[in-house]
């Protein structure tokens, strides 16, 4: 229930502390393992503390750690928040536990953007014409992330208000139709097109780098920010749109709002390093499990713990089987589907003992 | 002082509320009165501001609601409705500490904090705190909303009067609780609010009303300053009952009966 603020600082020391440490961690694993003092001294270099060292590995793995882990890493992080902080936006906004990022369109409308812009953009592909998909991917799956939302919106929006059963069926209407078309194209597709296709759509960090890492912690940052303004109007919408319009919030202007923002974050996220799934589900129940129900605790944590997450499983994906990488997508849906069960199992007892989500 | 000057309420096909023209004020609790469907809810709507009318106007101390801005509303109206369900886990607490939202930016001052606690025990539910609000039975959660709607009007504004609406609020509540929940709204009245409340027990409006108003079919059918005026034809035009008024044996007050013998149905 509400937690003591001896808990929320003991709670928020604790992921801060996680999310450094994995951070460290996960800097350091690899194909190419680095060590410790390495990391120190690099970091003495990048803020000009000790003098660059000449030795010619010891420039490989300042390379490796520069251009490849460093911005890997810290994207990770800033994906996992995004989704994560999407989703608990969307669960707030929905007033339902299970309700995801990709439950209103933006995520296979994101992946519909993609898969176009893969066939019919000639033998363009995202893995290996680097400048031109890091523009053009990215645009694509935003657009069609806004089209899909806007039109699950539009469908949704009857008699001027939205109703979120209304929504909810639109979502999986318009999320068959995209993956619908997503599916066409990638049964259209020449086969490598057809393995950006299907790899894009299962997720990858691999092509991270700085540029991608500066769009989206920007993002991230300022949808955090955005979306910590808007955690007391969600708070007092947890009782019903009627009694938070009664609070004084013009519930419309709040949705429309949230919504725009989800799907900024949602869009980047994914036109970056494609679709992974479950994230934006599992960290606001964790969270929920552990006490939090404050929006604007729920906001800040989600964040932590997103990154957290993200680093720690695209940490496994990328040493599990190196020097070949398993999809991050896979990863998160065979933990994340799992723990969805036993989230769902649980809730049900709660539910039968008249508690909880009842 | 609330007002509906000539105020109707249509959806596609239907009008909800025909002209309806009506006076709350300030030191009263007035009753609104009918069968279902009548337009009480609807009429109770429009005074809260949920929605404009399609016709006429609702104006608070003389002033149109659509042009009081809903934070500036929230501050003075509070509306009690019914069966409030949660979606997430939240503490009681919580809950009643909303009622204080529209009057702090990021966190609850000490004084609102105060307020809710005063609120819940003004309900008679200070030990359920740190309950959880998904946990309780219909007639505690709905003095846990009743502890809230009070947080929130709790001070007299600068200018103007407060309102308070009440949509059925007595109808999961046990009998003791229900005039409980009735003195506190009727107290506030006293205190110079604007009281207004959809009550469906008759004995219970005529109890706690200063002023009556009888709706059927979308219409304002009579307003009566002095519950006293109500007359047994009246009941029956409103509810298609045969009622009888009878003088209470203890209180000297009015009460209803039901008089429908059993060859007239």
Redesign the interface.
């Given at each position: 229930m509400t937690l003591s603020p001896r808990r929320v600082r003991l709670y928020f020391g604790l992921l801060t502390a996680v999310l450094l440490l994995v951070l460290v961690l996960s800097a350091r694993l690899g194909a190419m393992a680095l060590t410790y003092p390495e990391l120190g001294g690099f970091l003495g270099e990048a803020f000009g503390l000790t003098p660059p060292n000449p030795d010619p590995m010891a420039t490989l793995h300042r390379g490796v750690f520069f251009q490849i882990r460093l911005p890997r890493v810290l994207l990770c992080a800033c994906v996992g928040a995004a989704l994560s902080m999407s989703g608990t936006l969307m669960q707030a906004l929905f007033r339902n536990p299970i309700v995801e990022p990709g439950l209103i369109g933006t995520s296979a409308g994101a992946a519909l953007g993609a898969a176009i812009i893969f066939v019919l953009g000639n033998s363009l592909s995202w893995a290996n014409v680097p400048v031109l998909g890091a523009l053009v991917l990215p645009a694509a799956a935003f657009v069609g992330a806004l089209a899909a939302t806007a039109l699950v919106y539009r469908l949704s929006a009857a008699q001027g208000r939205v109703t979120v059963a209304s929504m909810l069926l639109a979502g999986i209407a318009v999320n068959a139709l995209a993956a619908g078309g997503t599916g066409f194209l990638s049964y259209i597709a020449r086969d490598p097109q057809a393995r950006s296709i299907t790899f894009w759509s299962l997720g990858s960090f691999s092509s991270a780098d700085w540029p991608s890492f500066y769009l989206v912690g920007l993002v991230t940052v300022l949808g955090g920010l955005v979306a910590l303004r808007y955690a007391k109007s969600l708070n007092a919408l947890q009782l019903g749109e009627t009694e938070a319009q009664y609070l004084g919030i013009d519930v419309r202007k709040l949705q429309n709002r949230i919504l725009l923002l989800n799907t900024l974050l949602v869009a980047v996220a994914t036109a970056t390093v494609g679709v992974i799934g479950f994230v934006g589900l599992i960290v606001p129940h964790l969270l929920r499990l552990a006490g939090f129900s404050d929006n604007r605790l729920l906001i800040l944590g989600s964040a932590l713990l997103g990154a957290i997450l993200m680093i720690v499983s695209d940490t496994v994906a990328r040493t599990i089987i190196a020097p070949a990488e398993l999809p991050i997508g896979v990863l998160t849906a065979f933990i994340g589907a799992p723990v969805f069960l036993w989230l769902l199992s649980k809730y049900r007892q709660l539910n039968s003992r008249g508690g909880f989500y009842a | 002082m609330l007002t509906a000057d000539h105020a109707s309420f249509a959806v596609?096909g239907k009008t909800l509320l025909h002209d309806a023209t009506l006076e709350c004020r300030p030191g009263e609790v007035t009753v609104l009165l009918g069968p279902n469907g009548a337009g009480k809810t609807t009429l109770l709507r429009l005074l809260?501001g949920?929605y404009p009318p399609s016709a006429g106007r609702i104006l608070l101390d003389g002033q149109d609601l659509r042009t009081l801005a809903?934070?500036?509303?929230?501050?003075r109206?509070?509306?009690l409705?019914q069966e409030?369900?949660?979606?997430?886990?939240?503490?009681v607490?919580?809950?009643v500490l909303?009622?204080r939202?529209?009057h702090f930016q990021?966190r609850p001052t000490l004084l609102d904090q105060q307020i809710g606690r005063q609120a819940l025990a003004d309900m008679g539910m200070s030990s359920f705190a740190?309950r959880?609000y998904?946990?309780l039975s219909g007639g505690e959660a709905q003095k846990v909303q009743m502890a809230r709607v009070l947080a929130?009007i709790w001070e007299a504004p600068a200018a103007g009067s407060r309102v308070l609406l009440l949509d059925e609020p007595v109808s999961s509540l046990d009998i003791q609780y229900q005039h409980q929940l009735l003195r506190r709204a009727r107290q506030l009245a006293r205190e110079q609010a604007v009281v207004v409340t959809v009550l469906h027990d008759l004995n219970l409006a005529l109890t706690y009303a200063d002023r009556l108003v009888l709706l059927k079919d979308g219409h304002i059918h009579a307003t009566l300053p002095d519950p006293a005026a109500l007359t047994d034809q009246l009941l029956g035009e409103v509810f298609g009952v045969r009622m009888a008024l009878i003088t209470n044996p203890v209180t000297q007050k009015p009460l209803v009966i039901y008089a429908e013998s059993e060859e007239e149905k």
């Open positions: - | 596609p809260a949920l809903s934070p500036e509303l929230a501050r109206r509070a509306v409705s409030i369900h949660l979606a997430f886990p939240l503490s607490e919580d809950v909303m009622g939202y529209p990021r740190g959880d998904s946990t929130q």
